[in-house]
């Protein structure tokens, strides 16, 4: 089965904590305009798995 191609879109910015050394904060967006897709898979699904949607997502990293 052919799976047709796609295209997704992501942003991230980080953001360095000037108070604490070696601390960043990153903020995200994953498939910023909600495309549906498909991806390829080894499972009983015919080799397709629907692609993740939107995802917004905040990350944080200390050193010590």
Do not use: H
């Not at 070696?22 to 390829?40: A, C, P, Q, S």
């Not at 080799?47 to 993740?52: E, S, T």
């Amino acid at each position: 089965m052919r799976i047709p191609g796609f295209r997704t879109w992501n942003l991230q910015a980080m953001f360095k904590v000037p108070q604490w050394k070696r601390t960043d904060i990153t903020i995200g967006l994953n498939n910023v305009f909600d495309k549906r897709y498909y991806t390829r898979t080894t499972d009983s699904n015919a080799g397709r798995l629907v692609g993740a949607p939107r995802m917004v997502y905040i990350q944080a990293r200390a050193g010590f």
